[in-house]
């Protein structure tokens, strides 16, 4: 899959109202956000819906080896918001060996926890997105989306249903006996990764996505083996200094998608 440089490009930007808008990018048909419904914690929620057009992508908090560009939210311009946690929906794994990518298909629903400073007091939101967005050719979009927000309103389908796409715990689904190895590399360190856990699809091909806390630490592409229920996954983790560095177990976590599910471990202790 091609990539047009970012820089190369002219802006694309727009701006959309809180409703569904015509879009001025090829590819994209829409993008909103939608409200409505509370957290377990109480919180309000909401969404951004990117809606594409028919085989267009999108892609997901770590992009894959083919260089994809994430979605970034900066929600300046809010009134009364302390912060929006994003709940992000099991994604699909696609491209070639050593040039997977990862995200959404035709459209990305991305449910909002948000916090506001004072609860008694009224939530506006103002989300200025830049993403990505592929057919043949990747582009990057933007939009800049605004909505008053209060929790009061009945739950949308759409964030019920990207809720239940999302990740689940490893340890719930029988995951055990975690633990990681790091070895210094020239220009950073390599992890790797065993645990037991039955597969998530019977029959389908695994991927394993690591992260750390800091995302100015490159993470590679994840080579993974299975014998049973063994796993082990190899990834290296580069930093801006591209020297090795002193790495935190905790600082970790390990994605498993397979045929559309997700599990996800948080932390892994090191040996």
Not at 29 to 51: C, F, H, N, Y
Not at 89 to 118: E, F, K, S
Not at 136 to 165: H, K, M, W
Not at 190 to 218: G, K
Request: aromatic share 6%.
């Amino acid at each position: 899959m091609k990539h047009i440089p970012f820089a190369a490009l002219f802006a694309l930007l727009f701006v959309l109202s809180p409703v569904a808008a015509q879009a001025q990018i090829e590819g994209l048909i829409s993008a909103e956000i939608v409200q409505g419904g509370r957290d377990v914690d109480g919180k309000p929620m909401a969404a951004i819906v990117l809606t594409l057009q028919q085989g267009w992508k999108t892609y997901w908090r770590s992009p894959g080896e083919g260089g994809g560009i994430p979605p970034e939210i900066d929600w300046t311009g809010s009134r009364n918001l302390a912060g929006a946690d994003t709940i992000w929906p099991a994604p699909i794994v696609w491209g070639d060996v050593g040039m997977t990518n990862i995200g959404y298909q035709d459209r990305l629903i991305l449910p909002l926890a948000l916090t506001p400073i004072d609860p008694a007091q009224p939530l506006a939101v103002q989300a200025a997105i830049s993403f990505g967005i592929c057919k043949d050719i990747c582009i990057p979009a933007f939009a800049t989306l605004s909505a008053d927000v209060s929790g009061n309103l009945p739950a949308e389908v759409t964030i019920t249903q990207a809720l239940a796409d999302a990740p689940q715990s490893a340890q719930a689904l029988g995951a055990a006996d975690v633990s990681c190895t790091v070895a210094s590399i020239k220009d950073g360190v390599r992890v790797t990764a065993h645990f037991s856990m039955p597969p998530l699809a019977q029959n389908a091909a695994e991927t394993v996505v690591f992260e750390h806390r800091d995302r100015s630490i490159w993470a590679s592409g994840t080579q993974v083996t299975r014998q049973g229920d063994h796993v082990t996954a190899v990834a290296d983790f580069v930093p801006p200094t591209a020297k090795p560095f002193d790495l935190n177990g905790n600082d970790l976590r390990l994605t498993i998608l397979a045929d559309g599910r997700a599990a996800e471990l948080i932390g892994c202790p090191l040996n």
